[in-house]
């Protein structure tokens, strides 16, 4: 498998101020992760580049975008109660959602199989018109618009960050061609993500979120995926996967309460694997150093085909709230292109 890979000391110039949870170390980490398991040199480099204006305003209000340009640069503040910013983070911002682009590209037009950028700052919670929950620019979307305008049909959106990804589930609830799936922690921040937020209008059925109570682990993410995700995968039938790759469901992830390991997160990079599309992996979310560096290499491992990193956890041992919300998911989607492919999917 050719996989290409972004990790650059620019990222490290969004700097966190003392005693919140984001830490650049954290890119540190999966470096030394990624050289340990040799995977760095099995891969091709991504060189990160700034977005353009034109790139962003795809799925920004081109009026955000321009305040965000005029006001953060070489200043120090907040732009909500959650998210910072220091004198460089407009250009790690922009940086960050130049490689997502890259990496898209690249994986798009078959240069490589799949690809992974490893940056900051996240994007998930980004909205059209709002930057919140640490995230400036909506990284993933920028790379699904930019994916679009190369001409792929459709794109699809797979987020397993604990935290629900409003900005991106906003920035194309009326989509038909991108479909956001989302398996997170609820109630939880940001407080969306209910089993009933599937669209409207012509992106009607092209949202699906799963969410879980506290305390699930790898035997009901598997589930989510094996009887909700893949299927619908499989009918939406994508020109190219894009993973919002938050690791913060890892147990010992301080912010969160979900029970998944770096052997989890491979088993469910796998199980997208297998589709045989495209597949381009972003970092979102994750606050445990070691836990994010693991995920993230075990995450590469996958997308350069190994398949022997773990079994994944049978489907049988599933809890019965998540198969019980994956049947909420399923009665929700009634009436929606991809629902038929759903059958069986509340079954434990």
Same mark, same amino acid.
């Given at each position: 498998?050719?996989?290409?890979?972004?990790?650059?000391?620019?990222?490290?110039?969004?700097?966190?101020?003392?005693?919140?949870?984001?830490?650049?170390?954290?890119? &540190? /980490? %999966?470096?030394?992760?990624?050289?340990?398991?040799?995977?760095?040199?099995?891969?091709?480099?991504?060189?990160?580049?700034?977005?353009?204006?034109?790139?962003?305003? $795809?799925?920004?209000?081109?009026?955000?975008?321009?305040?965000?340009? &005029?006001?953060?640069?070489?200043?120090?503040?907040?732009?909500?109660?959650?998210?910072?910013?220091?004198?460089?983070?407009?250009? /790690?911002?922009?940086?960050?959602?130049?490689?997502?682009?890259?990496?898209?590209?690249?994986?798009?037009?078959?240069?490589?199989?799949?690809?992974?950028?490893?940056? $900051?700052?996240?994007?998930?919670?980004?909205?059209?018109?709002?930057?919140?929950?640490?995230?400036?620019?909506?990284?993933?979307?920028?790379?699904?618009?930019?994916?679009?305008? $190369?001409?792929?049909?459709?794109?699809?959106?797979?987020?397993?960050? %604990?935290?629900?990804?409003?900005?991106?589930?906003?920035?194309?609830?009326?989509?038909?061609?991108?479909?956001?799936?989302?398996?997170?922690?609820?109630?939880?921040?940001?407080?969306?993500?209910?089993?009933?937020?599937?669209?409207?209008?012509?992106?009607?059925?092209?949202?699906?979120?799963?969410?879980?109570?506290?305390?699930?682990?790898?035997?009901?993410?598997?589930?989510?995926?094996?009887?909700?995700?893949?299927?619908?995968?499989?009918?939406?039938?994508?020109?190219?996967?894009?993973?919002?790759?938050?690791?913060? /469901?890892?147990?010992?992830?301080?912010?969160?309460?979900?029970?998944?390991?770096?052997?989890?997160?491979?088993?469910?990079?796998?199980?997208?694997? /297998?589709?045989?599309?495209?597949?381009?992996?972003?970092?979102?979310?994750?606050?445990?150093?070691?836990?994010?560096?693991?995920?993230?290499?075990?995450?590469?491992?996958?997308?350069?085909?190994?398949?022997?990193?773990?079994?994944?956890?049978?489907?049988?041992?599933?809890?019965?709230?998540?198969?019980?919300?994956?049947?909420?998911?399923?009665?929700?989607?009634?009436?929606?292109?991809?629902?038929?492919?759903?059958?069986?999917?509340?079954?434990?």
């Amino acid at each position: 498998m050719r996989t290409a890979l972004c990790l650059d000391e620019i990222f490290l110039e969004h700097e966190a101020p003392p005693g919140h949870p984001e830490r650049p170390e954290r890119l &540190q /980490a %999966v470096a030394r992760a990624l050289e340990a398991h040799n995977l760095r040199a099995r891969t091709t480099p991504l060189t990160p580049r700034a977005a353009t204006r034109d790139e962003l305003a $795809r799925v920004h209000d081109p009026r955000f975008v321009d305040l965000l340009a &005029q006001n953060v640069p070489g200043r120090v503040g907040y732009l909500d109660p959650d998210t910072y910013f220091s004198a460089r983070s407009w250009d /790690a911002a922009c940086a960050a959602a130049g490689v997502a682009v890259d990496a898209a590209m690249a994986a798009l037009t078959h240069e490589v199989d799949h690809a992974a950028a490893f940056v $900051r700052p996240p994007g998930h919670h980004a909205e059209s018109r709002r930057a919140m929950g640490f995230c400036l620019l909506n990284n993933v979307a920028v790379a699904v618009a930019a994916a679009r305008a $190369r001409g792929a049909q459709r794109v699809a959106i797979v987020d397993w960050d %604990v935290h629900h990804g409003n900005g991106t589930q906003e920035i194309f609830w009326r989509d038909a061609n991108v479909l956001y799936l989302s398996v997170h922690q609820y109630p939880f921040y940001p407080g969306t993500g209910a089993n009933q937020e599937i669209g409207e209008g012509e992106g009607r059925g092209y949202t699906i979120n799963v969410p879980l109570p506290a305390g699930m682990g790898e035997p009901e993410y598997a589930h989510v995926f094996d009887r909700i995700f893949v299927p619908a995968l499989r009918a939406f039938e994508p020109d190219l996967i894009v993973v919002s790759a938050g690791y913060d /469901a890892h147990r010992a992830d301080p912010l969160a309460q979900m029970e998944l390991d770096a052997k989890s997160y491979f088993a469910l990079a796998v199980r997208l694997r /297998a589709l045989e599309r495209p597949l381009v992996a972003i970092l979102e979310g994750g606050y445990d150093l070691d836990a994010v560096a693991a995920s993230a290499s075990a995450t590469v491992d996958a997308l350069l085909g190994a398949e022997a990193l773990g079994r994944p956890a049978p489907d049988a041992a599933c809890a019965p709230a998540a198969a019980r919300s994956c049947a909420r998911t399923v009665a929700a989607l009634a009436g929606t292109p991809l629902v038929d492919a759903l059958a069986g999917a509340g079954t434990a």
